[in-house]
Protein backbone atom coordinates (compact mmCIF):
# COMPACT_ATOMS: atom_id res chain seq x y z
CA UNK A 1 0.00 0.00 0.00
CA UNK A 2 2.75 2.47 0.84
CA UNK A 3 4.55 1.32 -2.02
CA UNK A 4 1.61 2.73 -4.53
CA UNK A 5 1.43 6.18 -2.56
CA UNK A 6 5.14 6.43 -2.93
CA UNK A 7 4.84 5.74 -6.90
CA UNK A 8 2.04 7.88 -7.00
CA UNK A 9 3.62 10.75 -5.85
CA UNK A 10 6.86 10.33 -7.39
CA UNK A 11 5.01 10.08 -11.11
CA UNK A 12 2.64 13.27 -9.67
CA UNK A 13 6.13 15.06 -9.28
CA UNK A 14 7.45 14.02 -12.29
CA UNK A 15 4.44 15.66 -14.36
CA UNK A 16 4.69 18.54 -12.14
CA UNK A 17 8.62 19.13 -13.30
CA UNK A 18 7.63 18.41 -16.93
CA UNK A 19 4.44 20.84 -16.65
CA UNK A 20 7.26 23.71 -15.02
CA UNK A 21 9.07 23.00 -17.57
CA UNK A 22 7.16 23.15 -20.09
CA UNK A 23 6.26 26.50 -18.77
CA UNK A 24 9.44 28.16 -18.30
CA UNK A 25 9.98 27.58 -21.89
CA UNK A 26 6.83 29.19 -22.78
CA UNK A 27 7.74 32.07 -20.68
CA UNK A 28 10.92 32.68 -22.21
CA UNK A 29 9.59 32.40 -25.88
CA UNK A 30 6.98 35.12 -25.46
CA UNK A 31 9.41 37.41 -23.78
CA UNK A 32 11.75 36.79 -26.55
CA UNK A 33 8.83 37.06 -28.71
CA UNK A 34 8.12 40.75 -27.33
CA UNK A 35 11.86 42.05 -27.08
CA UNK A 36 11.89 41.21 -31.31
CA UNK A 37 8.51 42.85 -31.53
CA UNK A 38 9.83 45.84 -29.71
CA UNK A 39 13.48 45.91 -31.71
CA UNK A 40 11.43 45.68 -35.10
CA UNK A 41 9.48 48.81 -33.55
CA UNK A 42 12.52 50.92 -33.09
CA UNK A 43 14.11 49.93 -36.38
CA UNK A 44 10.98 51.09 -38.19
CA UNK A 45 10.87 54.64 -36.95
Not at 12 to 37: P, V
Request: zero cysteines; glycine letters at 0%.
Amino acid sequence: MRNLILSKLKSSLFSISLLSKAFRIMILKSISEIFDLLILKEKLK
